[in-house]
């Protein structure tokens, strides 16, 4: 029952709707196209379903289809170290996600639970340790929001992200020998799989998880919560800005095969020819609680289009009763994590997710 909903949709989108209608303003969200192609204005939240809809199909236009639940396998979820440490147990396990492929990972459980509990996905950076670094073995300690967040109480799981041009962590995934057509899509399979790990353990609350990423991790974040409304807050960090203020509008760094080959292959790393962009994928978020970190110095991700998926998609939250959810800042930094901005994040985190 777990994937009903969103089976339901990706069928919709794939079988009803295999030419979503182009928006050449994604940043204009308070319309949507009816079936003759004529913008209507949103004023219901019917009205922002059928939006919500194109943005999902459009998404997927680049990314590839989100595949069907007859993907799916025994979790079998196998582990195969353990450690105790002062305030959690950190497991290396490995879990199945489909036909013969197993995702590694680490699962960060805080000592002494009682009851159902609140959970945390947390996405690794673009890093060769990949998982290794939110679990807190090596790389920058500003990223070891996976140990943080263990300390305080979340039971907290990293895994290694399927990427077709490099090898993260212990996981030599090949999403194009899969059929993938992006690892992007890849990388949200393997992610709502996780969540469904996360559901299948005793100690988790189902309506309280949550996930956090880093750079990779702060968009891949965004694209699973996208498509998987059983993230209920999240939080990205130097993940994302709209396109046309990415490099200048040159969407090559999306394309390789480690993203999305298609924004090259068909798209011409034009801003313009996309079928989505960022400000649609923010309001596709509404009405659950959203956190961006945006350093001022980032040299990635633009820190003002950050603001202007923000401001574009703050009526859909606020239309969805979702005011007070969408928060972003901008620490004097690079493109990093820094201390009061993690401790911000996790406190937003707390709000939305702890009773």
Known sequence: MRYLI?????????????????????????????????????KTKADWQKRREHILANMQLVMGPLPASSRKTPLDMQVLEEERLPAYTRQKITFAVEKGDRVPAYLLVPHDLKGKNPAVLCLHQTIEIGKAEPAGLG?????????????????????????????????????????????????????MRAV????????????????????????NTMFLAAFDTRIKALVSSCG??????????????????????????????DPQKMPFDFPEIVAALAPRAFFANAPTHDDNFEPSGVDDCIAAALPVYELLGGKGKLKAIHPESQHDFPEAARQEAYAFLDRWLKK
């Open 6 to 42: 969103l089976t339901a949709l990706g069928a919709f989108i794939m079988g009803v709707s295999p030419n979503p209608p182009f928006y050449t303003d994604h940043a204009k969200l308070m319309v949507y196209k009816d079936a003759s192609g004529q913008e209507r204005p949103v």
């Open 139 to 191: 790389g920058s300690p500003n990223l070891h929001y996976a140990a943080h967040l263990a300390e305080r109480g979340y039971i907290a799981l990293a895994p290694d992200y399927p990427s077709g041009y490099m090898k993260f962590g212990d996981y030599a995934a090949d999403p194009y020998g899969q059929g993938y057509a992006s690892a992007t899509m890849k990388g949200i399979w393997n992610h």
């Open 196 to 219: 469904d790990l996360l559901q299948s353990l005793p100690e988790v609350d189902d309506n309280r998880i949550g996930c956090i990423g880093h750079s990779l991790g702060g968009h």
């Open 240 to 269: 994302f800005t709209a396109f046309p203020k990415y490099m200048n509008g040159d969407l090559t760094g999306w394309s390789h095969k480690g993203y999305m080959p298609r924004i090259a292959t068909e798209y011409g790393c």
